[in-house]
């Protein structure tokens, strides 16, 4: 397995009051799999990405990356699993605005230590592969939502990780491009070289039905986990 959630709970203290973003979370996560996870508003959906990504920690139970324990690591060893193993892609893109698109695409190399400029040719290959190459010296104010949006998941790809996870990648673009940008993510979990595991955070219906399997959380429970029957075929076929 690989991304496996045990008996999670992340509460917050707010004015004296304990809020439980998460209550007792089991999940199993696996590559290949195009995960949406649903469920209404302050019902967890974006702690339960932070957790699986390593940008927060539970309060109690367990997070296994590859069998081992990520739950409890220390700040630089939650930052290095973060810059190898995860890819983010935010509802507001987070670029960086003065930077061109390649180089945003090569932010996370520099992170890695390694100059711009020797990132610039994995740079352009992966804009060449969300079909923005003719975009490479273009900053952020100089393409459309959807633009930058391919920008950024070529971005959650420089280091080339086992997991991209993405909260609410569609909720700034139209239906349309949405899609398109789903389509991408989509297809990140069933790269037959490299299959990855990939989790979106959406309270889109449509979206969700694009994926192969929707966890629905309600109060920081899954409340339902669903798959789609061309999912269920295929893995009846493995
Ligand atoms: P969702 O993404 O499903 O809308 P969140 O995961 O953002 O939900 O939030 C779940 C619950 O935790 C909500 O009740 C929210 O108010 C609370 N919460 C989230 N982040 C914090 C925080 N940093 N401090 C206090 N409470 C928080
Ligand atoms: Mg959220």
Redesign the pocket.
Known sequence: MLLELRDVERV?R?GGED?R?LDGIDLALEAGEFVAVT??????????LHILGALDTPNSGSVRFDGDEIGSLGDRAQSQFRLHRVGFVFQFFNLLPTLTAWENVAVPRLLGGQSLASARPAATRLLESVGLGDRAEHRPAELSGGQMQRVAVARALMMDPPVVLA?EPTGNLDSKTGREILDLLGALAKDSEKPRLVVI?THDRAAAARADRRVT?VD?KVRADTRSADAMIAEAAR
Do not use: E, I, M, R
Not at 39 to 48: D, E, M, R, W
């Open positions: 917050y707010v809020v973003a469920g209404p508003s302050g019902a967890g959906k974006s702690t339960l909260d955070v959380l920081g």
